[in-house]
């Protein structure tokens, strides 16, 4: 008698590369809405599920691991992976993993897309013109920053934050760092970049951007205090996670002039904003899309395949999660 398939979940529709992938070793559940599960709906979903592959919206947890007795792994559709308890997976022998590497470019360039849209006000001038309330070329309109000569502070200076630093290089920016284990070798060896102490680094830096995990260290690394130290003429962005900036300190020092402008894809608590912040002028706010081109998103749906599918056969998944 041949062995039944192993059964999969995935909780939420990704790139058909990923699930044909899949399809050829696993029967697949995919969750047909257009939204997460919530909490009930994935552990009945998941119930009795050999492999997961979730989402940074689902909670990969005890309670989550108590409700499958059946699962021998789970993959997570994105590189942060704050929603997964790591240790209390690993004391219960199940591999978790990530989808690093894939999702670099897309991330950093849309960090960048970030910075030059809150420097030269892209986003409020384009809404004066769709307004039709432009009345033509002035001398004083939408001043912005020139980014040639400034400094630029990475944040979580690791895969993601390199890509930033290396896409800045046709702008001549310097380059400095704050946070991670250790200085970033390529960072130093290519842009010299100083490793600061956060105080530092916040009254040194021209624009601010966060590429880092959200931690213990992190969260809330960005409070009123720190903006206290910014330079008032500093632009603040932020394609990390949101609860490593207080986002209600963060509008506070936007109203009263403390930084000069954000640029946000993640928030504190998605998908809500802080009260305030979508009126404020000088932010640019985009719906958590680091990731969001097709060759990220394809690869992280292959990688993530690829990691289930090695758990499910016993193997070490290539991005393994578990020390
Ligand atoms: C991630 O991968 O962690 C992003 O936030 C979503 O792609």
Not at 24 to 47: F, G, S
Not at 80 to 98: C, F, H, K, M, Q
């Amino acid at each position: 008698m041949t062995k039944p398939l192993p059964h999969v979940v995935v909780t939420r529709a990704i790139p058909e590369a990923g699930l044909a992938l899949l399809r050829e070793r696993a029967t697949v559940w995919v969750n047909p809405e257009d939204r997460p599960l919530t909490r009930d709906e994935l552990l009945a979903q998941a119930k009795d599920a050999d492999g997961v592959i979730g989402l940074l919206t689902d909670r990969i947890d005890a309670g989550f691991f108590d409700a499958c007795p059946k699962l021998r792994g789970y993959a997570n559709y994105a590189v942060g992976y704050d929603n997964i308890d790591v240790p209390e997976a690993t004391r219960r022998g199940l591999p978790v993993s990530n989808t690093p590497d894939v999702l670099t470019q897309a991330t950093a360039e849309l960090a960048f897309a970030l910075i030059l849209a809150t420097a030269r006000h892209i986003v409020a001038s384009d809404a004066v013109l769709r307004s039709g309330q432009w009345s033509g070329w002035g001398p004083l309109q939408f001043i912005g920053t020139q980014l040639a000569g400034k400094t630029l502070g990475i944040y979580g200076p690791g895969r993601i934050g390199l890509a930033v630093a290396r896409l800045s290089r046709g702008f001549d920016m310097k380059i400095i760092t704050c946070g991670g284990r250790k200085p970033n070798p390529a960072l130093v060896a290519e842009f010299g970049a100083a490793s600061l102490p956060f105080e530092a680094f916040l009254a040194a830096a021209d624009v601010v951007s966060i590429t880092a995990p959200l931690t213990d260290t992190t969260r809330h690394a960005f409070n009123a205090a720190a903006f206290a130290r910014m330079k008032p003429t500093a632009l603040l962005v932020n394609t990390g996670r949101g609860p490593i900036i207080d986002e209600a300190a963060l509008v506070v020092a936007l109203r009263e002039g403390r930084i000069a402008g954000a640029g946000l894809d993640v928030y504190e608590f998605e998908p809500r904003l802080a009260e305030g912040l979508a009126a404020l002028p000088n932010v640019v706010i985009t719906p958590h899309i680091g990731s969001a081109t097709t060759e990220a998103r394809e690869g992280m749906a292959v990688l993530a395949a690829q990691n289930l599918i090695a758990m499910l056969e016993g193997t070490t998944p290539p991005t393994c999660l578990n020390p």
